[in-house]
């Protein structure tokens, strides 16, 4: 007799943590990824632009809640999003907060809007990075009720010349190396990505390689709208990027950069994310056009390399094929640690999609959501 | 007793529902009354003034007794109504789409 659970009844369970524009919702199925409780809206009304959880403790939670009315709170969750505490919210410059450039070309000072993604350590629950707009890093070890400016980041000697991109100038992508411990990527619209090798005290762009034809050196050294940058735990050298426009991929920490754009249909895009057990197996979500925020043709296609780059298969199975115009913003994409790995993003027409199977299938899990801001997907225990 | 209308939002985020009652010593300005709410709620530090300039955010207005207080110095002693607690001070979110 064959236990139709084999191979599932000990499997864990997953949550996907959604912020949408109105609110976060939590998304939680067990290990077999069919059926799914929806709880939320948290903070309705409120943007929330990340929602995230610790590597060491999932019931550790942080959600970035903001709004125009009433400004930055810090939410964390001590028992898996169930409850939830206001923390701290005192982002400050550190001493002169300086200046870069507008628009249209003229300095401004940095003033802080948001918090865009929140990035907690890979060792304590209440150790987490915070990425701000104005484009700023801050730090807090204390579960969120102090935080403090990584200044070096922003005093850097380029960032009189950073610029926002059309979303504002956002430190959107945080990663915390696996293996050097004192290594930090971050990447900045439209100022680029910058590594540093001493836990944040110092900064060096890795911009090399990468072609903007959006500004006028298309070299620069900064200056680059980066939309996404991925990295496999396994692989740490190796970085995947979604830039403005290309696909681009890294293999000794940012140093150089290639294009692996290929053979999609557009390299537009902004989510970029890598399987949780193939290192060399990467998705992305073209955009029709920098002017042109919707699929190609109106169909919702997911691309998936199995080389790492250059050759690309569209994925479709169960995403609609026809007369679909949604986005799949920076932070909408994630992926879950599960065997076969799972694959969930959300789109601003409110849709969060999953595929249990590694893309080759997709289903949505909500349908009808505010427009999702950013995804993130927890394995429980 | 000073009698304090907060915006929805904001009463969500202090876990209160009707007005907040404030005793407010000394006299009765906007800084004070907000100080003094900002002590007793300090989830909401951050949320209608800027927590380093005290400058009031921008979407955000002050009214009592039918008139809109919101451009007035912090400092201007508000009307006696308000610190008799028959008015309220009334913080809200202004009209706004999305």
Redesign the interface.
């Known amino acids: 007799m064959v236990d139709e659970n084999e191979g599932t009844e000990d499997m864990s369970g997953v949550r996907v943590l959604v912020g949408t524009r109105k609110g976060a919702f939590t998304l939680t199925s067990d290990g077999r990824r069919g059926d799914w409780t929806v709880d939320g809206p948290h903070f309705g ?2 943007e929330v632009y990340h929602l995230t959880g610790s590597p060491v403790d999932p019931n550790r939670l942080y959600a970035s809640q903001s ?7 810090i939410q964390r969750s001590d028992d898996g999003g169930k409850s939830w505490t ?1 923390v701290g ?2 982002f ?1 410059y550190e001493g002169e907060a300086g200046e870069h450039l507008w628009y249209d070309g003229t300095p401004r000072p940095w003033e802080f809007k948001r918090i865009w993604h929140l990035e907690p350590s890979r060792d304590d629950p209440d150790t987490v990075y915070a990425g701000a707009e104005d484009a700023a890093l801050y730090l807090s070890t204390d579960g969120g009720l102090k935080w403090k400016e990584l200044t070096a980041l922003r005093t850097h000697r380029t960032g009189p010349t950073w610029q926002p991109g059309a979303g504002g100038m956002c430190l959107h992508t945080i990663i915390l190396d696996p293996v050097h411990k004192d290594r930090i990527y971050v990447a900045i619209s439209a100022a680029g990505a910058f590594r540093s090798d001493d836990g944040g005290a110092s900064w060096l762009p890795i911009n090399k390689g990468l072609r903007s034809g959006e500004i006028p050196d298309a070299d620069a050294e900064v200056g680059h709208c980066v939309h996404r940058i991925t990295q496999h735990p396994s692989r740490p050298d190796t970085l995947f990027m979604q830039k403005h426009w290309d696909v681009m991929r890294s293999d000794d920490a940012g140093a150089n950069w290639r294009e692996v754009s290929g053979d999609l249909p557009s390299d537009f895009g902004f989510p970029i994310a890598v399987h949780a057990h193939e290192p060399d197996t990467i998705y992305v979500v073209p955009i029709k056009s920098d002017s042109e925020h919707f699929p190609p043709e109106g169909k919702l296609r997911v691309y998936r390399s199995r080389t790492g780059g250059e050759q690309w298969e569209p994925l479709t199975n169960g995403l609609p094929q026809s007369h679909c115009y949604v986005n799949v913003l920076r932070d909408a994409m994630a992926v879950d640690t599960l065997d076969p790995c799972g694959i969930y993003f959300g789109t601003t027409g409110g849709q969060v999609y999953h595929s249990a199977d590694g893309g080759d299938s997709w289903a949505p899990i909500v349908r009808d959501l505010p427009a999702v801001l950013s995804v993130e997907v927890q394995a429980l225990p | 007793m000073i009698r304090v209308v907060l ?4 009463k969500n ?1 202090a876990h209160v529902t009707g007005e907040v009652r404030l005793e407010v010593a000394g006299p009765v300005t906007q800084r004070l009354i907000l100080d003094t709410l900002e002590a007793q709620y300090p ?1 909401l ?4 003034r800027d ?2 300039s005290g400058k009031r ?1 921008a ?2 207005r002050f009214y009592a007794c039918e008139q809109d207080l919101s451009n007035d110095s912090p400092d201007t002693p508000l009307p006696e109504e308000v610190i008799a607690g028959k008015e309220p001070f009334i913080i809200l ?2 009209m ?1 789409g ?1």
């Open positions: 009304g409120w709004g125009g009315w009433f400004g930055q709170l206001t919210n005192d400050a | 915006p929805a939002h904001l985020l989830m530090l951050g949320t209608i927590r380093h955010r979407f955000v979110g202004a706004a999305g």
